[in-house]
């Protein structure tokens, strides 16, 4: 695949991951909105998050479209701004992806558990 090809499908990867995480960022934000102004308490919000299938995956989706998006930005800013070669600046961005995506699903998997505390 030519280079152009790839950033071609870089550049539409960024793009269609910044839809989807522009309505999760919403849904999130709202939600913390909801939750704040209905006097929740950390330990409410736990009980109602936790153990839902349904946020679970919600939050899924939105650590994906992180993982795609922002190691693309990152990508773009090492490629312009340092004198890194491709190589590096290609598994610099994989690295952060991989620790992105880990740390994500970790992070999915603690909330999802609270539900059976």
Do not use: K
Not at 82 to 106: D, E, K, R
């Amino acid at each position: 695949m030519s280079a152009a090809r790839v950033e071609t499908w870089l550049w539409l990867a960024q793009r269609g991951s910044a839809a989807v995480l522009a309505v999760a960022v919403a849904v999130h934000l709202a939600g913390i909105i909801f939750a704040v102004q209905g006097g929740l308490t950390a330990a409410e919000i736990a009980g109602r998050v936790g153990g839902s299938t349904a946020w679970a995956a919600f939050y899924g989706v939105f650590v994906v479209a992180a993982t795609v998006h922002a190691p693309i930005g990152i990508r773009t800013v090492l490629s312009e701004m340092t004198a890194l070669p491709p190589f590096s600046v290609n598994a610099v961005a994989a690295l952060f992806a991989a620790m992105l995506l880990v740390s994500g699903f970790i992070a999915v998997a603690a909330v999802y558990q609270l539900g059976a505390a």
